[in-house]
Structure formats: structure tokens, C-alpha cells
């Protein structure tokens, strides 16, 4: 198997990314899961068969995919286009059903998964995505039983090449499409007008552009955030749909109403506005139309609708505590399909079950009961297909992290963060479910992979934006959406380096460590009468000191790992001095976890103070304990793993890893640590990790892990634990 990077590989090559790692001691990077042909026919025997080729099937590329059984066979899922009007459609709204014409019957709801157009190390619109990932990825979803895909821009040719391909392999169980087509720019926020030209102008191109490509119709040039190349691939056959536009700032278009107020109703040959239509809707309106044009000349139809969320939705949210999070109502009733658009429209939302805070406080959907419980997310996707009575509702964009850090507490512990794999794929699956169960017409998923360059609010200010991209944050929610996880690999040219090799030295007698781009790898050999407890010690700036730890006297550490080997519970700490809360906003002492002086436990904040409306209640500032050391093991091969997990104990041998950000870096790819200056990030070099032990009064210097700048992210594909969930609720709603 070669083991090339994404960036080169062709065709019939397989990227370095599908290779696992090479094993770490005891708990670190991924190993592979070998499994002999005759076990895996054996398996496929077993679940019934497939008619996918299932031995050879490039999803095995994969990590852990091995571990899932073969889809069921049914009916099919073969497009059997009907024609209207002249126009040729595989898909078409009735009402408030989405309807799928395939071969086995119309489908009336459509599991999916949205895809981004990235790879830990580069920003979208960088091709970094190679033609044998799309072909694995595609695979995979069909594996797991998702039936569509969903893009927000326009993809290099190699997307719709291996679309093509696969379907064409696998005709009874194609993957379908939406195709997005996002805003060039947020220029319109800016200039607080939608309806300027060249916002306008550009946003049309883009829709022509789109349409073009998808038919294997358009050539462009490459250029700074936009691939290019020749699409010469039709992948209308599948086309199930468009979804237009970007998730709008409310001001900006509040602003653009108010500027754009005698802006006319929209009268389109496949589009037009109702009567109580606002200019935000006018404008959507426009563009659809124009869409369908370019569409229409094709010869087909699809459903086409634009891009909401709750803080533009048309509901109105008395109880929501911030202004702007109710300021705008955009509702996809006032843009509606002439007669000249036989496959129609639908709502298209992008909702999570965390925010906006009106989730928490609104006596309606507080009072919604599903499964027997109060649901106020089932009680919002129901209100909103409940408000379109007219077209069909889709949730476009759901899901929570698996991550460690979390960026806001949601009702019914479906928070934004601080899960487990298998606890986030199991509440994905229960959330797919409960659409299908409230009448919408899908759910999709966000999304595919884990995607290293992303921020969340309350992690951004702690970090160098410039270089996110090259190292993966366990804190940062927004990097951990994925069904497969991209995980860490290692700079290529950083090795295992032994720290520490004392004999019968105690607490410790022999400490290792190695890093990557999410973690600092510590294995600790520890003496044959192990402590009760340890302090870690980690010192990255020569420059700040302070008071030692409690029960410790080393005044050296600027961050702590704090751990109680007996009863299996730890805390971090961190120094006032890089405390990154300082880089937010002042939170009070009455709200922060308890420490010794001169330090603070490792909080992250998930929610500013705030106001109920409805209530007069005032609420205080929420934290997340995120140095709340989780005991176990990661290692996903194990049906216990816990990918939370920060520290294992197993006989005499410690593992541990630390987050990079809990050390109190802002790039760990040069060096460089955040200092809070007046509330400001500044950056100072770092030497290296200096590590340290105390346990009983003892202290033992250990030594500094040192490691070189890497200018390139390395990165194995997962997926992720509890993704069979996932399967099985895709695979019910579907055929359900």
C-alpha cells in the first residue's frame, strides 16, 4: 500500500491518512484492525448480504470501518426520474412530503451528512481533498446507510467523478446529492446590504457556476479559495436538491431591509414572493429564480431552497435573553414555486439542540413532550415544520462534538461538547430519529470528518488563528462534529524521547514522551510501591513562577495535572498568569472551581450572564470544568474507551496525554504560549515541556520534551466509536 499524502495521491492510490499509525505505548495513536477475507465473507454471509462489493470495498480503507456489518438489502434506491412540464425530476415536493422517486417507491425522508471541502492543514477552498478519499468517503456512507450528501460549494471535478463512479458501481444504493452554493464573500455584512452589485453579482455567477458544474458542463481557473480545473462529469441523475446562500447575520440584513425597503415583490418565471414578503426574502427569491434557469436549460428540475437557522428563523422567541438571536424573521413561506417548477421548494434550517438559549427557556417547548419526556428541541423542529404547512422541512445541519471542551450546555444533556464518541453518536442517532418521528423530510448530519481549522467563541481568543489549521484542539468543540475522526499522527520528524531512566527511582523509574499535533504523550513507569496521588508538573515558560502546587514545594510548573491514583479522579491547573478565561472577559471569583493561590482550575466559559425576557430572571456567567481529568482508556479498539479520557493507570505503568491548550498554548506547531497581557493574547516562545513529579512530599525532576516546528499537519482517518448508531438510525429512517 503506498503512503502518499492527500495532496498526491491519484486515482488508484491510497493517501497516508488511511494508514494507521504506528501503534503508541499502551494508549496512544490508533492501531490498525486487521481482518482476514474468510471473516469478513463470513460476516457479510451472516448480516444477509449486500449489493455492495463488500471485500474490496475502499471504505475498509478506513479505520474501524471493518467493524461494521454490511447494509441489509431492500428495495431499491435507483432514480426513477418522472417528468412535468417538460422538465425531468428525481426529487419534488407534495405539500409537506419530500418525495425521492426511486425505483423502490418514493422516500419520503433522507438521512445524510454534510461534507466540507477540507483536510487537517489547509482552510477551505484549498484542494486538499484527494479522488481516492472521496471514493473511501463515499463508500463509508453508503456502508452506514446514509443515502445523501450534502456540499456547500462547489467541489473539485474529483468529487463529482467519484460521485459518478460510485453510484454507477453501486446502482440500487446510490449516494444522492444536494448541492450548495454558499456566498463568495460576507462582503454584504460590511457594506450592510444584500442587495448591493457586486454582492449580487458575484453570488449569481457562483449559482451559474454551480449549475454548470454539476451538469459536466463548466471549466475555471484556480484561484485563492475556489478550486478549479474541468467538470465534465453529469451528476444530475442524482441531484436531489439545492440549498442556497449562507446562515446571514441578522443585523446586516436587518440593516439591508430597512436600506432596501421599496425594493419590489419578486415575480419570477420559477420563483415569487408573497404579498408579506420582506426584501431579504425578495432577494432569495431572486436568486432561486435565477437558479432555475440555469437549471431548467438542462432539461431538469430540483427542489431548491435557501440556508436558515434559529436566529433568522420566522418563529417569534420572547424568552430569548440576546437581541440579535430574535432581531430577524426570514421565512421560506413568503418565496414560493410558480407552476414553471414542477419539483418545488422546501425549509431548510441549520438547528442544534444547544442554541440559541430560548431552547432552555421557552414554556413551549419546555412543555413539549417526546418519548415521554420534556424535549424542547423536538418541540422547535416540530414547531417549525408545524409553521411551513405548505412544504416539506428539512434539518440540514445537526449534531454535538465529541470533544472535551464544550461551548454551551444544551437541555437534556446534548450539550456543545463534553461527550464521548459513543455518547455523541448516540445522540445523533436519537436526534435523526425524532425528526423522522415529528414529520420532517431529513435530517443531515454535521458532518463527515473532523476538521482541525475550525474555532468556537470561547477558545478563538486563546489561540493564533493563522496556524489553527496545523494542530488539532481537544477543547475546541468545533473541530470535533465528525463521523471519522482525523486524528493526530505526529510530525514526521518528531520521535519518541526518553525523558527519564532512574533505576529504582521513585515515584517514577522510567519516563518517555512523544507529541503530536493534539496531545503531549507522556508514559511513566512508575516505582514497584506506587503513590496514591501525583502532582504532573509541566514548566513552558522560563519566566513565570509562582506559589507551588499544594503538596508540592517545586515553583516551577506554570500547569499541573493533579491526580488522585487511587480513587481515578485528577484535575489541571493552570498559573494565574496564563489562566485563559483573562482572555475573555472578567469572570467573578464566586463562579470559578476552587484551587490553591496563584492558580485556577482549567474552565472554559459556556455562557456569558444574561436575562431571561420572559422572567426577570438574571443569571450568572456558566463555566465548564474542562480540567476535570476523565480516568480510562482512548485507545478505540476498546469497547470501554473513553475518548474524553486525559490519564490511564494499569498496574505500575501511567499514561497520560495534555491537550496542548491546557499547557497554555497558542500554537504548539512553533513554540508559542499565551500570555494574557490587559486582556489581550500575547505570544512568547516557549522552550520546550518541562515535567516534574511530586508524590508524598517527594519531588523528582524528569526532564524537558522538546520537539521541532512543523509546518504540516499528519493525520490518520478514523471512525469514530458508536458510529454503528448511526448506522442503525440511517438505515431506520430511511427505510422506516
Known amino acids: 500500500m503506498a503512503t502518499l499524502s492527500s495532496d498526491n495521491a491519484s486515482v488508484g492510490d491510497f493517501p497516508s491518512q488511511f494508514v494507521s499509525a504506528p501503534a503508541r505505548p499502551r494508549f496512544g495513536r490508533v492501531k490498525a484492525i486487521v481482518v482476514g477475507v474468510f471473516a469478513i465473507s463470513l460476516c457479510l454471509l451472516l448480516a444477509g448480504g449486500t449489493s455492495t462489493p463488500a471485500v474490496n470495498s475502499p471504505a475498509f480503507l478506513i479505520s474501524g470501518m471493518r467493524e461494521i456489518p454490511s447494509p441489509p438489502l431492500g428495495s431499491s434506491w435507483a432514480p426513477a426520474p418522472r417528468e412535468a412540464g417538460g422538465l425531468r425530476m428525481v426529487a419534488g415536493a407534495d405539500g409537506q412530503t419530500f418525495q425521492l422517486h426511486t425505483a423502490g417507491g418514493d422516500r419520503t425522508f433522507l438521512p445524510g451528512v454534510d461534507l466540507s471541502d477540507t483536510t487537517p492543514g489547509h482552510l477551505p477552498g484549498e484542494p486538499a481533498i484527494s479522488a481516492a478519499q472521496y471514493r473511501a468517503w463515499f463508500a463509508a456512507m453508503g456502508w452506514l446507510g446514509i443515502r445523501v450528501v450534502r456540499i456547500y460549494k462547489i467541489h473539485p471535478p474529483a468529487f463529482y467523478e467519484q460521485l459518478a463512479a460510485y453510484n454507477q458501481d453501486n446502482p440500487e444504493r446510490p449516494l444522492y446529492l444536494v448541492q450548495g452554493v454558499a456566498m463568495p464573500d460576507e462582503s454584504y455584512i460590511g457594506k450592510k446590504n444584500l442587495f448591493d452589485a457586486t454582492v449580487t453579482t458575484t453570488f449569481r455567477q457562483e449559482l451559474e457556476a454551480a449549475a454548470q458544474a454539476v451538469a459536466g458542463d463548466f471549466s475555471r481557473s484556480t484561484r485563492p479559495g475556489r478550486p478549479g480545473g474541468v467538470w465534465n462529469t453529469d451528476v444530475t441523475p442524482w441531484l436531489a436538491g439545492w440549498i442556497i446562500g449562507t446562515e446571514l447575520d441578522p443585523a446586516a440584513a436587518a440593516a439591508s431591509d430597512k436600506r432596501n425597503a421599496a425594493s419590489k415583490r419578486y415575480q419570477g418565471k420559477y420563483f415569487r414572493n408573497t404579498p408579506k414578503s420582506t426584501p431579504t426574502e425578495r432577494w432569495f427569491a431572486a436568486r432561486m429564480d435565477e437558479l432555475a434557469g440555469y437549471v431548467a436549460k438542462k432539461g431538469v428540475s430540483q427542489p431548491i431552497a435557501f440556508v436558515n437557522w434559529p436566529t433568522t428563523d420566522p418563529l417569534r422567541h420572547p424568552a430569548e435573553p440576546l437581541d440579535q438571536e430574535d432581531l430577524l424573521q426570514l421565512d421560506a413561506n413568503h418565496v414560493l414555486p410558480t407552476a414553471d417548477w414542477p419539483a418545488g421548494t422546501f425549509a431548510s434550517y441549520h438547528a442544534y439542540p444547544y442554541y440559541p438559549d430560548f431552547l432552555r427557556y421557552e414554556s413551549d417547548l419546555v412543555a413539549f413532550q417526546y418519548q415521554g419526556q420534556s424535549d424542547p428541541y423536538a418541540g422547535y423542529v416540530a414547531a417549525l415544520r408545524k409553521h411551513h404547512g405548505t412544504m416539506p422541512t428539512m434539518i440540514t445541519e445537526f449534531g454535538v462534538p465529541s470533544s472535551i471542551g464544550s461551548a454551551h450546555d444544551g437541555p437534556l444533556g446534548r450539550s456543545q461538547g463534553d461527550h464521548s464518541e459513543q455518547e455523541a453518536m448516540r445522540i445523533n442517532a436519537d436526534l435523526l430519529r425524532m425528526m423522522k418521528d415529528q414529520g420532517l423530510a431529513g435530517g443531515f448530519l454535521f458532518g463527515w470528518m473532523d476538521e482541525w481549522y475550525r474555532y468556537t467563541w470561547n477558545t478563538v481568543g486563546h489561540q493564533d488563528g493563522a496556524r489553527r489549521k496545523l494542530w488539532h484542539d481537544p477543547l475546541t468543540n468545533e473541530q470535533h462534529f465528525g463521523v471519522l475522526a482525523m486524528d493526530a499522527s505526529g510530525p514526521r520528524d518528531a520521535a519518541e524521547q526518553q525523558l527519564f531512566d532512574g533505576g529504582d527511582a521513585w515515584p517514577a523509574r522510567k519516563v518517555t514522551a512523544e507529541i503530536d499535533e493534539a496531545y503531549v504523550h507522556l508514559d511513566v513507569e512508575l516505582a514497584k510501591s506506587p503513590p496514591g496521588s501525583m502532582i504532573i508538573g509541566f514548566d513552558v515558560l522560563d519566566g513565570i513562577t509562582g506559589p507551588p502546587m499544594a503538596g508540592s514545594t517545586d515553583r516551577r510548573p506554570d500547569a499541573v495535572f493533579a491526580l488522585n491514583l487511587v480513587g481515578h479522579t485528577g484535575q489541571a491547573y493552570v498559573r494565574d498568569q496564563l489562566d485563559p478565561l483573562k482572555l475573555d472577559f472578567t469572570v467573578p471569583a464566586s463562579v470559578r472551581g476552587p484551587a490553591p493561590a496563584g492558580w485556577k482550575p482549567f474552565e472554559l466559559i459556556t455562557n456569558r450572564a444574561h436575562t431571561v425576557p420572559t422572567t426577570g430572571a438574571k443569571l450568572p456567567i456558566e463555566l465548564q470544568n474542562a480540567g476535570l481529568l476523565v480516568h480510562g482508556t482512548w485507545d478505540p479498539a476498546k469497547d470501554e474507551a473513553d475518548s474524553r479520557a486525559l490519564w490511564h493507570l494499569d498496574d505500575d505503568r501511567l499514561a497520560?496525554?495534555?491537550?496542548?491548550?491546557?499547557?497554555?498554548?497558542?500554537?504548539?506547531?512553533?513554540?508559542?504560549?499565551?500570555?494574557?497581557?490587559?486582556?489581550?493574547?500575547?505570544?512568547?516562545?516557549?522552550?520546550?515541556?518541562?515535567?516534574?513529579?511530586?508524590?508524598?512530599?517527594?519531588?523528582?525532576?524528569?526532564?524537558?520534551?522538546?520537539?521541532?516546528?512543523?509546518?504540516?499537519?499528519?493525520?490518520?482517518?478514523?471512525?469514530?466509536?458508536g458510529a454503528e448508531r448511526l448506522r442503525d438510525a440511517a438505515l431506520s429512517t430511511a427505510n422506516g
Do not use: C, H
Request: aromatic residues 8%; without cysteine; proline residues 8%.
Open 656 to 721: 497520560v496525554r495534555v491537550p496542548w491548550a491546557m499547557l497554555g498554548f497558542a500554537d504548539p506547531s512553533t513554540r508559542r504560549v499565551a500570555v494574557p497581557q490587559k486582556g489581550n493574547l500575547t505570544l512568547q516562545a516557549s522552550p520546550g515541556v518541562t515535567v516534574s513529579l511530586t508524590a508524598s512530599g517527594t519531588e523528582q525532576a524528569i526532564g524537558q520534551v522538546k520537539w521541532p516546528n512543523w509546518n504540516r499537519a499528519n493525520y490518520a482517518e478514523r471512525l469514530k466509536q
